[in-house]
């Protein structure tokens, strides 16, 4: 990689993420610690606000406008093929919330791509076996309630078909055994619970911060899954 696709690759991957530590930009483009303050250097002297913050990394100024992002065809045509697996893998809101980003980044690809990528868009199927049932629009609350760090409300329905409401302090989601699961304190059982949202009947994001700041991590969780998958 010449150096200024890698001075672009770097602006790139500061607009992706609040904060990005100089070690990350190192491991991302394979160049030494020095070689990131040059280049870091180099985009602050072409009037890009690159600016660092103490044991956080580097981050754009807020409130500096950088022009649309171009893709080439091949990073268009990954994103087309993702939304195949959206549509089979998550529910209705990430569905709704995917197409809406999907068509704003094809306003800035070329009138040649977008031919491509409708002629490719028909040639594209995803056979899902009957198990897997996102009939349901949870997913886009729980991420929030979860990046929010709150609490939800649930009506919640288990293996008995019996039926409970529920304060909820999520920490995860996980699909596993061909279901999506959001795993949280449970404030009635006062332990984690694996929640399997196909059996949520009511959803609410009550915005109430939560009430444990030492939760477990969903990775430390997974490893007592029922499953190794």
Sequence with gaps: MNRIDRLFGILVLLQSKKYVTAEIISEKFGISIRTVYRDVKALCEQGIPVSFEQHRGYFIVQGYFLPPVS?????ASALLLMENLVYGFADRSVHKNYSSALNKI?????????????ALATNIR??????????FDYLTILQEAI??????????????NEISKRIVEPIGLIFY?????????CHMRQDYRD??????????????????????????YMKFLPVNY
């Design 126 to 135: 995803l056979q899902l076996p009957s198990c897997i049932n996102n009939d």
């Design 195 to 220: 929640f399997k949202i196909v059996r949520i009947l009511k959803l609410k994001n009550t915005g109430t911060p939560l009430t444990k700041d030492n939760h477990v991590s969903v990775n430390d």
């Design 71 to 75: 893709f080439s065809f091949e990073e």
């Design 147 to 160: 990046s929010a760090k709150t609490i939800v409300e649930m009506e919640y329905k288990n293996n008995n």
């Design 106 to 118: 094809k306003t800035v690809l070329r009138s040649s791509q977008k031919e491509k990528l409708d």
């Design 177 to 185: 055994a061909f279901s999506w699961h959001v795993i949280g304190w």
